[in-house]
């Protein structure tokens, strides 16, 4: 683990590939500013999801020989994978499942990360990533907390509720101060670079104003379960989908479905076996068989949901999940919930 006080020469010419040229593992980047009460930025912890080591290149250029408005610390999780261009390296846990405790090279990198934040009394923490489908900008939070709303609107209207997995990054900072996570676009998307700089700046700028603004959005999506499939099963997508010699053949608009609500009889795709796939809620229990049907081989909706990063990356969905389903909660209940 690396600590420094200065951005390192060449940072801001770096591309995400040449990145190890410049820093070349876990590394914090503590900026002094004129607000000393820091703000945290975690950028990288999925080395493919590069438009948060962008965002900060465009922030802090604009601040190069000038001192910031307010103290940054700057987290720079995976550069290694983000060189190859991979969410983690091989034999590498994901940085995003590792803030919960654990005896690993990166939990370790966790333990030290969140002591040094502790010490340092951050009043505001944010985890930029990339979807790995189609999904509209939004930002996520983990406490039902209206300061955590309040924050996160900021960058979206959409925003999503979340407690599992339990051991991502936000979660953990959530116990500390409030805490948001961006999700832009894919890696690169032209918009979602444009709001992650403006959303920075902005609690950079700001003191505590965004918590004297009001609650905005009617409503709060909320996540209560995630799709797994066999780590081993084959699986394509097609616009008509044909099972050949797949486990699963899901039709090539599979992650276009992402926040929009999945109507009665809609057909995803085709499984050759339902032992395959499983969507467990927060308790534990399987509960796919309450969503949808299997019927000759045709994967259908049966009662109406809202996916999340339903996503056509095989990779991802192997080693985390195939998406997640969500509902909307009308703000009211969410914060009485």
Known sequence: MLFLNDIPKGFFNITPKEITKVINGPTIIHLKGDNKTPVFVSILLHGNEFSSLIILQKVLKKYHKKTLPKSLILFIANPQACAQGVRQLEGQLDFNR????????????????????????????????????????????????????????????????????????????????????????????????????????????????????????????????????????????????????????????????????????????KIKDPKRIKLIDKTGENIFDHLFSIVDNNWIVKNPSIPSMFTKDIKIAKSDCLGYVMKKIPIDSFFRG
Request: overall charge negative; charged content about 20%.
């Open 98 to 269: 590792i803030w919960n405790g654990g005896s690993s090279p990166q939990h370790s990198v966790a333990e030290q990360v969140l002591q040094y934040v502790k010490d340092q009394k951050i009043h505001i923490a944010v985890d930029i990533h990339n979807n790995s489908g189609e999904n509209p900008l939004y930002s996520c939070i983990n406490k039902k907390k209206e300061e955590f709303v309040k924050l996160a609107q900021i960058f979206s209207k959409d925003i999503v509720h979340f407690t599992e997995p339990d051991s991502v990054l936000s979660i953990a900072f959530s116990e500390i101060c409030p805490t948001v996570v961006l999700e832009c676009g894919l890696p690169g998307n032209k918009e979602g670079l444009n709001s992650g700089v403006r959303f920075i700046e902005t609690i950079l700028n700001e003191d505590t104003g965004w918590k004297n603004e009001e609650v905005k959005i009617p409503y709060i999506y909320s996540t209560y379960a995630r799709l797994y499939i066999e780590p081993d099963s084959k699986i394509s997508f097609h616009q008509k989908p044909v099972l050949n010699n797949n486990h699963f053949c899901l039709t090539d608009q599979f992650d276009k479905f992402n926040f929009k609500e999945l109507q009665t009889h809609t057909i995803l795709g």
